[in-house]
């Protein structure tokens, strides 16, 4: 049975940062694609960033490029999203993900799925 366990979600001020944490077991983390999607109130499960097995290949919103980065540490089964510069509209539920395909990360249909850490940015 896979687990995803998300943390480091909170409320923080216009600009400022969060680090978001995924720690993943049941399943050998370095085969997982990794990934993290968002839903704010009243809206659908939206694309934030992806990572594939290969730690080179990484994957962003429009929306997020230049402020989030993803990232992985094998040894610790664990994916983090780091957040710089927040803005009220990233409040959300950020959920991670994980799955074998990176397509299927990105298409938001794959295997593993979190419960979610809420993050709110206050204006």
């Known amino acids: 049975q896979v687990q995803l366990v998300e943390s480091g979600g909170g409320l923080v001020q216009t600009g400022g940062s969060l680090r978001l944490s995924c720690a993943v077991s049941g399943r050998t983390f370095s085969s997982n694609a990794m990934g993290w999607f968002r839903q704010a109130p009243g809206k659908g499960r939206e694309f934030v960033a992806a990572l594939g097995l290969s730690s080179g290949s990484t994957y962003y919103a429009d929306s997020v490029k230049g402020r989030f980065t993803i990232s992985r540490d094998n040894a610790k089964n664990t994916v983090y999203l780091q957040m710089n510069s927040l803005k009220p509209e990233d409040t959300a539920v950020y959920y991670c993900?994980?799955?074998?395909?990176?397509?299927?990360?990105?298409?938001?249909?794959?295997?593993?799925w979190g419960q979610g850490t809420q993050v709110t940015v206050s204006s």
């Open positions: 993900t994980a799955g074998g395909r990176i397509a299927a990360i990105l298409a938001g249909v794959s295997d593993y």
